[in-house]
């Protein structure tokens, strides 16, 4: 099974741009979907985005955005985050999940990381 570690959060002003990493142990990474999640104080996690063999898929909230893409021979998952909002604040999770095809709903998810925070001033 992977472990997830991810990477890259911190505080930004509306507008800029910040690009998040999780990088994955473990040599089946190719086999995995990946994802990224993000919560708020108070909520439950919300899909962002993810990328499988099948493809890649983003929630209404970031598409046009945020973009999802992978390096399998570095086992790592990206995503750029562009013209980022307050309401983008939240601490961003990366998941994974073995098989071919990716799911939006959390429980579908075994594997996560630990979190890191991004934060949107406005």
């Known amino acids: 099974q992977v472990q997830l570690v991810e990477s890259g959060g911190g505080l930004v002003q509306a507008g800029d741009s910040l690009r998040l990493s999780c990088a994955a142990s473990?040599?089946?990474?190719?086999?995995?979907?990946m994802s990224w999640f993000r919560q708020t104080p108070g909520n439950e996690r919300e899909f962002v985005a993810a990328i499988s063999q099948s493809g890649a898929g983003y929630a209404d909230s970031v598409q046009g955005r945020f973009v999802i893409s992978r390096d399998n021979a570095k086992s790592t998952v990206y995503l750029q985050m562009n013209s980022l909002k307050p309401d983008d604040t939240a601490v961003y999770y990366c998941?994974?999940?073995?098989?071919?095809?990716?799911?939006?709903?959390?429980?579908?998810?075994?594997?996560w990381g630990q979190g890191t925070q991004v934060t949107v001033s406005s």
């Open positions: 473990g040599r089946t990474f190719s086999s995995y979907a």
């Open positions: 998941a994974a999940r073995a098989g071919s095809y990716y799911y939006t709903k959390e429980i579908l998810y075994d594997v």
